[in-house]
């Protein structure tokens, strides 16, 4: 069965993040190799990129409630770009395979429906 058409962004942004996830790992390979040293890209790196100055950003220097998803968050910030991608490509590719599966059900369902009510009407 084809990919339907709007579902065609969630494909081309799952295959986005898998394919930045290969890119960060493999310049973190190669800086590593080089130098000697592993150093991975934070996730802090992206955060602070993209999410500064927004409330998030604010509670996340200054918590004042939701200390144990604070910690978690923290925690995870310290880890590598890499393995958020990943994650994140990971969990958008579950969804894409969700909605699509129930697309095809749906699909295949209705047209059984369509098959029967043909036949049983080719019959009277």
Do not use: N
Request: proline residues 3%.
């Amino acid at each position: 069965m084809m990919i339907p058409t709007f579902c065609m962004p969630l494909f081309v942004a799952t295959l986005g993040l898998f394919a930045m996830t290969i890119i960060v790992l493999g310049s973190d390979v190669v800086v590593g190799l080089r130098t000697g040293v592993w150093q991975s890209v934070k996730l802090q790196l992206a955060w602070d990129r993209y999410l500064h100055g927004t409330q998030l950003d604010l509670w996340l220097h200054a918590p004042r409630d939701w200390y144990g998803l604070h910690k978690l968050t923290k925690d995870a910030l310290d880890g590598p770009l890499w393995l958020g991608l990943f994650v994140a490509g990971t969990a958008m590719a579950f969804c894409f395979v969700g909605v699509f599966t129930a697309m095809e059900k749906a699909a295949t369902s209705t047209f059984r429906a369509l098959e029967r009510r043909l036949v049983s009407e080719k019959r009277s």
